[in-house]
T-cell receptor, first 113, second 115 residues
Framework: AQSVTQLDSHVSVSEGTPVLLRCNYSSSYSPSLFWYVQHPNKGLQLLLK??????LVKGINGFEAEFKKSETSFHLTKPSAHMSDAAEYFC???????????FGKGTHLIIQP | GAVVSQHPSRVICKSGTSVKIECRSLDFQATTMFWYRQFPKQSLMLMAT?????????EQGVEKDKFLINHASLTLSTLTVTSAHPEDSSFYIC???????????FGSGTQLSVL
């Protein structure tokens, strides 16, 4: 069994300040972890993924996430928010075995000018 | 929160048969539903977008005659994999939103294995 919890349904930051979107997971196997972004009028876009290689994963648009096994976390960060980052972000886990994908409920990122 | 139910969660079928996967929004009316496919350790690939009462819009490279999508009501979309072959084995997941630009809610996915 696996699960994923996005700890914040909404996050609001000022433009130019750091972004932190939190995600905790549980999995019976060594998981693959993903962050996806959903912009209005568009489908899901993959930001980054962790698949048991380096624990610090760099993605597109300046985002990165660190896999911390001891904390079962995979938080998404960006040093400086941009207005175009305003969107819905989903943390996704896929365990091994026959487990499929499990999506978090999403975090709505708001960027204040 | 909104719930999207996807059924079945796992299906094994013989090559040449057809498989239907259902995606239901349980407590809201879904104007738009999306179907995705994921190969092992790869990202989701959007297959098609379906709007209630109209034909689905397929992404480039997705065979619409093979992957039949029906969105006959505001709470149900179905994906039928016709004449399935082993290369169609994959994880399929649906998502739904109340309005086109609104937040997505995801089904739990269907693992299809074609023998």
């Amino acid at each position: 069994a696996q699960s994923v919890t996005q700890l914040d349904s909404h996050v609001s930051v000022s433009e130019g300040t750091p972004v932190l979107l939190r995600c905790n997971y549980s999995s019976s196997y060594s998981p693959s972890l993903f962050w996806y972004v959903q912009h209005p009028n568009k489908g899901l876009q993959l930001l980054l993924k962790y698949t048991s290689a380096a624990t610090l994963v760099k993605g597109i648009n300046g985002f990165e996430a660190e896999f911390k096994k001891s904390e079962t976390s995979f938080h998404l960060t960006k040093p400086s928010a941009h207005m175009s980052d305003a969107a819905e972000y989903f943390c996704v886990v896929r365990g091994g075995g026959a487990d499929g994908l499990t999506f978090g409920k999403g975090t709505h990122l708001i960027i204040q000018p | 929160g909104a719930v999207v139910s996807q059924h079945p969660s796992r299906v094994i079928c013989k090559s040449g048969t057809s498989v239907k996967i259902e995606c239901r929004s349980l407590d809201f009316q879904a104007t738009t539903m999306f179907w995705y496919r994921q190969f092992p350790k790869q990202s989701l690939m959007l297959m098609a977008t379906s709007n209630e009462g109209s034909k689905a819009t397929y992404e480039q490279g997705v065979e619409k005659d093979k992957f039949l999508i029906n969105h006959a009501s505001l709470t149900l979309s179905t994906l039928t994999v016709t004449s399935a072959h082993p290369e169609d084995s994959s994880f399929y997941i649906c998502s739904a939103s109340r309005e086109t630009n609104e937040k997505l809610f995801f089904g739990s996915g269907t693992q299809l294995s074609v023998l």
